[in-house]
């Protein structure tokens, strides 16, 4: 379905909804898109696939109850049964006058944000181009020592529209894509075999290097060859930015309004606090051209902006839809999600990174006397999301009085969550970003490394 067909059906089924009821709030979301895949192994197509979708999901809301329905498919006959079944519910909800909807809004603006956000050469390659594309990477990690195998490599390209409309009077309305590339490799030594993967994602295929791709996945299998047992001790430890970016992903949610307030969090109570060395700047910025989490918009149509979640190592603010705001007196800040069409939104990130520092990543490892560079980690889902105490296989490289001095495995690093923001003595200046999420070379003055 054609956006500009998706925005006649939205304003058509809230101008019905509103017509129902003057007592019952109502919003709509409607998403639409498309997506396709190829995938190669041992050097041969393995598969293609092709799928197009679309989905609707009304929430009302009356005297503080909410009633949600959800199903495939958009047209108007479809929305006007969601909407009835929505209300049904509505007598069998727990009342909570602080469940609202958002009224109106100022236009979203940025223009120039949403040029990034949508590639017209989205779909248009021959899979011949594309596999093309796809040997480009093979041919760079086989290019790397003792690189045997590739055993997957795969393009993905997706793009398509949402809505999000309410009696109200708001109305939001954006287009985007991405395109991917993935790969998983063999490295061979003897008899010893090392894994290494890579991903990258961008909003427009011009901007995917494969051949980069390529070499890192290469790189991750191969260096960890030969690899030794970690020597004991406290360490410094630095983390590369594919590593950081699990850190990342678990602060993410541990900013979350909805899990602060629900005391699933460590960082409940601590706004204005110090909970992060003063070289620890997180921002999350849904204004970053070209993101992958960028939006002019979040899913319940308020306007994004830029922001420093921690700043200088101070909380400064959690992440909020407008239910969880509400709570605590406020309004929204740009950052409710849903993750589909099937959801009801929450608070969440979307570009979240590590401010660069100003040295180099050879600076940083130069300056370094004794630690571990670490590559890979396992077990990040254990950390305890209270106290924030985690303790996590790693492997990756030693270094010794600032030189790479060979790779480890078998190690394990354990301590608290707040403490290793604490001890954070060392950022580089190549931020990376994984999807939307993103790291630069960082270090930690000293763990407990077994």
Known sequence: MMSGDLELLARDAVAWMKARSSETQAELYLSAGEERAVTRRDGE?????????AGAGVRVVRDGRVGFAAAGGADLGAIKDLYARAVEQLPHAEPDPRRILPGPQAPAGDDALAS????????????????????????????????????????????????VAGTSGLFASERGGSASVSLAVAAEDGAEVQLGEAYRAERRVSALDFAAAGREAGLRASSLLGARRAKAGKRSVLFEPWVGV????LLAELLSADEVQGGRSLLAGKLGQSVASPLVTLRDDPRRPGGLGS???DDEGVPTRDKAVISAGVLREYFHDTFTAAREGLVSNGCAYR???????GPGASNLFLAPGKMTREALIADTRSGLLVAEVLGMHMVDPVSGAFSVGVS??????????????????????????????????????????GAPTFRISSLDIA
């Open 45 to 53: 197509r393995d598969g293609i696939e092709a799928a197009e979708s």
């Open 116 to 163: 990034t956000l949508w590639d017209e050469t989205l779909f248009a390659a021959s899979w011949e181009k594309v596999e093309g594309r796809l040997k480009t990477a093979e041919a760079a990690a086989k290019a790397q020592p003792r690189v045997a195998k590739i055993l997957r490599v795969e393009y993905a390209e997706s793009r398509g529209t949402v809505i």
């Open 246 to 249: 699990e850190f990342l992903e």
């Open 295 to 297: 939006s002019r918009f």
């Open 339 to 345: 993750g589909s069409y099937e959801s009801l939104p």
């Open 396 to 437: 990756g490289l030693s270094i010794e009085k600032g030189r790479v001095a060979g790779p480890v495995k078998g190690a394990m690093i354990s301590g608290s969550l707040l403490d290793l923001l604490s001890r954070v003595d060392g950022v580089a200046s190549d931020l990376t970003f994984s999807g939307s999420l």
